[in-house]
Antibody
Framework: QVQLVESGGGVVQPGRSLRLSCAAS????????MHWVRQAPGKGLEWVAV????????YYADSVKGRFTVSRDNSKNTLYLQMNNLRREDTALYYC????????????WGQGSLVTVSS | QSVLTQPPSASGTPGQRVTISCSGS????????VYWYQQLPGTAPKLLIH???QRPSGVPDRFSGSKSGTSASLAISGLRSEDEADYFC???????????FGGGTKVTVL
């Protein structure tokens, strides 16, 4: 069965970095675009980034552009989100989600990885 | 502030029909598909409607989606207690070149 398992979250000080991982299994990882979507505590959903099936194209929300980098290793069936210069407003549960393309049609989601930015 | 606008709450009694609206603009809903998600407490969102009015396999036909102009709606008919959840609309925005979400609507079953 399809599984997406995020890891790497934690508590980090403002200005520091963190890398999230999303391990995929149960499907052919290298034919799907993958997205990161976050949800601040008690708030709604916010799209963060997308990477194409082969990693050749990436797009970011304005709120993270220049600070976050999405990447993937198709040989390891793993998606990454490198988060630099973290801000308090980046505090959220970060989900990885599978999509057939860039549109927000997410048929599978991970359980989320909590990132807390606090001094 | 979300790009897509939803009412913060909606409610109904068991068996009733509840409708949730999602308002956008020509750069998103007006020219693109709408997607709807259900998020039960403490869980990841689940895709309910894709391509504005299509249900993925396994989603009950009590859930239906529609779109007209720059607005979309999700209807839940025959409301059940297990439908109590947050519901989010989403779509692609041509101007922002990325997906956008509504702020979410909390549905309460009275």
């Amino acid at each position: 069965q399809v599984q997406l398992v995020e890891s790497g979250g934690g508590v980090v000080q403002p200005g520091r970095s963190l890398r999230l991982s999303c391990a995929a299994s149960g499907f052919t990882f290298n034919i799907y675009a993958m997205h990161w979507v976050r949800q601040a505590p008690g708030k709604g959903l916010e799209w963060v980034a997308v990477i194409s099936f082969d990693g050749s194209n990436t797009y970011y929300a304005d709120s993270v552009k220049g600070r976050f980098t999405v990447s993937r290793d198709n040989s390891k069936n793993t998606l990454y989100l490198q988060m630099n210069n973290l801000r308090r407003e980046d505090t959220a549960l970060y989900y990885c989600a599978r999509a057939s393309g860039y549109r927000p049609s997410y048929d599978y989601w991970g359980q989320g990885s909590l990132v807390t930015v606090s001094s | 502030q979300s790009v897509l606008t939803q009412p913060p709450s909606a409610s109904g009694t068991p068996g009733q029909r509840v409708t949730i609206s999602c308002s956008g603009s020509n750069s998103n809903i007006g020219n693109n598909y709408v997607y709807w998600y259900q998020q039960l407490p403490g869980t990841a969102p689940k895709l309910l409607i894709h391509r504005s009015n299509q249900r993925p396999s396994g989603v009950p036909d009590r859930f239906s989606g529609s779109k007209s102009g720059t607005s979309a709606s999700l209807a839940i008919s025959g409301l059940r207690s297990e439908d109590e959840a947050d519901y989010f609309c989403a779509g692609w925005d041509d101007s922002l070149t990325g997906p956008v979400f509504g702020g979410g609507t909390k549905v309460t079953v009275l």
